[in-house]
């Protein structure tokens, strides 16, 4: 499924997105978290700017995540049941 963006602008060759693009999509996550470094921030903006593909996973990536933050709330929990379940981890490891 394509979108809009994607029909209008052509997509480049797979052999021109190897290696950049692994990149960028490595960084994903903490540029859209917020975790990137400016130059790491720099880099990225640079290369979504060009790559209709990038931007369009960078886009997806930032709604999910405004999706799943929008729908959960923090919910405060005795201290004894985080220490429960830590044990419970700690068992099956």
Do not use: W
């Amino acid at each position: 499924m394509e979108s809009k963006f994607t029909e209008m602008y052509q997509k480049e060759p797979a052999d021109e997105k190897d290696g950049v693009c692994e990149q960028v999509a490595d960084m994903l996550d903490s540029v859209v978290d917020g975790e990137a470094s400016a130059d790491e921030q720099k880099f990225f903006n640079s290369h979504i700017e060009e790559c209709v593909n990038c931007f369009e996973n960078h886009q997806k990536q930032k709604l999910l995540k405004g999706l799943v933050s929008g729908h959960l709330k923090r919910v405060i929990v005795p201290a004894s049941l985080a220490q429960t379940i830590k044990a419970k981890i700690q068992e099956t490891i």
